[in-house]
């Protein structure tokens, strides 16, 4: 299946101009059946990744641009009554998709946001008396801005865990920007093809599921989300401080995951350190509740992720 990652990121390069680690989330999310967060900036091409991956596999997108006056039932659907057959209907909301877009997802309320959390751990959705499945393969894509903070609501803890990763996208290199101004003034951004069936997808995601992990890798990851909780147990006692709650139980299944598929990109058929580093902190980094000292101080999640790979080892 190496031939089909390589041509699904040929494709999607067509429109992504660098950002290689904004498409290795995407596919590594997508490969493994994650969630994903994606942290950037207006204008760094969040949403036209998300289009470009839809498109290049060929399922089924919705996008719903989250807003204060959102309500669930915008998100979810509800139980219309027809009064000429005196019953209730479903009317579907967009969830009911393959890619959801959850575009500036901390624009809306913790009402709304407490609507995603059933369909993000369950796949599917309680309307009235009834639960619906939504289709499978099922991923929410969500965008948020980190500067603008009028009229923002913060994502809870809990809706939070429910994504494998989150992602942070920053400004392109003067050369990809020279390219991308151009491309745009000109009109020569050559069109998505599918490249990618579901059937193909769901094939791919089988093959991510045996990919080999040592015990000793597994133990190692468990001992990284363990460090989150109890540093100085691990020699991190300057950490105690700076971290109020660590990673759940989640982040040890999703790291595994993510590592899995992370090989599988590389083309490999067993995990190695490399990618359990190149995900940790993917998928960590949403996980770490920072403390109060840790905000004045200036301390990031990253920078406690950094301390800790580098000091617990591999046994």
């Known amino acids: 299946?190496?031939?089909?990652?390589?041509?699904?990121?040929?494709?999607?390069?067509?429109?992504?101009?660098?950002h290689s680690t904004l498409?290795?989330?995407?596919?590594?999310?997508?490969?493994?059946?994650?969630?994903?967060?994606?942290?950037?900036?207006?204008?760094?091409?969040?949403?036209?990744?998300?289009?470009?991956?839809?498109?290049?596999?060929?399922?089924?997108?919705?996008?719903?641009?989250?807003t204060a006056d959102l309500l669930p039932s915008d998100i979810l659907g509800a139980e219309v009554y027809h009064p000429k057959t005196e019953s209730f209907v479903l009317k579907q909301g967009?969830?009911?998709?393959?890619?959801?877009?959850?575009?500036?997802?901390?624009?809306?309320?913790?009402?709304?946001?407490?609507?995603?959390?059933e369909v993000m751990q369950e796949k599917q959705v309680s309307i009235g008396d009834h639960s619906f499945a939504v289709p499978s393969p099922f991923v929410v894509i969500a965008t948020q801005n980190p500067i603008?903070?009028?009229?923002?609501?913060?994502?809870?803890?809990?809706?939070?865990?429910?994504?494998?990763?989150?992602t942070l996208v920053g400004y392109n290199t003067e050369a990809e920007e020279f390219e991308i101004a151009t491309k745009i003034a000109n009109q020569s951004f050559a069109p998505i093809e599918q490249v990618i069936d579901a059937e193909t997808l769901q094939a791919m995601q089988a093959e991510v599921k045996?990919?080999?992990i040592e015990p000793t890798l597994?133990?190692?990851?468990?001992?990284?989300?363990?460090?989150?909780?109890?540093?100085?147990?691990?020699?991190?006692?300057?950490?105690?401080?700076?971290?109020?709650?660590?990673?759940?139980?989640?982040?040890?299944?999703?790291?595994?995951?993510?590592?899995?598929?992370?090989?599988?990109?590389?083309?490999?058929?067993?995990?190695?350190?490399?990618?359990?580093a190149l995900c940790t902190k993917e998928v960590l980094r949403h996980r770490i509740v920072l403390s109060y000292d840790a905000e004045v101080e200036d301390v990031s999640s990253d920078d406690i992720i950094d301390a800790i790979l580098q000091q617990i080892e591999i046994d």
Not at 24 to 49: Q, R, Y
Not at 54 to 64: C, I, S, T
Not at 96 to 106: A, G, K
Not at 148 to 166: C, H, N, T, W
């Open 218 to 276: 597994s133990a190692y990851i468990i001992k990284l989300i363990f460090a989150t909780r109890e540093p100085r147990k691990y020699g991190l006692e300057a950490l105690e401080n700076s971290i109020a709650f660590g990673a759940s139980p989640r982040a040890s299944i999703d790291l595994i995951k993510a590592s899995k598929a992370s090989a599988y990109l590389r083309g490999k058929t067993e995990v190695s350190p490399i990618d359990i």
């Open 210 to 212: 045996e990919i080999h």
């Open 1 to 18: 299946m190496k031939k089909h990652i390589d041509t699904l990121k040929q494709e999607l390069t067509k429109h992504i101009i660098g």
């Open 148 to 166: 603008d903070q009028e009229g923002v609501y913060s994502l809870p803890e809990a809706q939070l865990d429910r994504f494998m990763i989150k």
């Open 94 to 117: 967009p969830v009911f998709t393959n890619l959801l877009l959850c575009d500036e997802i901390n624009r809306a309320s913790a009402k709304v946001h407490s609507a995603l959390l």
């Open 23 to 66: 498409i290795n989330a995407l596919l590594i999310g997508l490969l493994s059946e994650g969630h994903i967060l994606i942290e950037g900036l207006p204008g760094l091409a969040k949403t036209t990744a998300v289009n470009a991956l839809a498109k290049a596999l060929g399922l089924e997108f919705k996008r719903v641009q989250f």
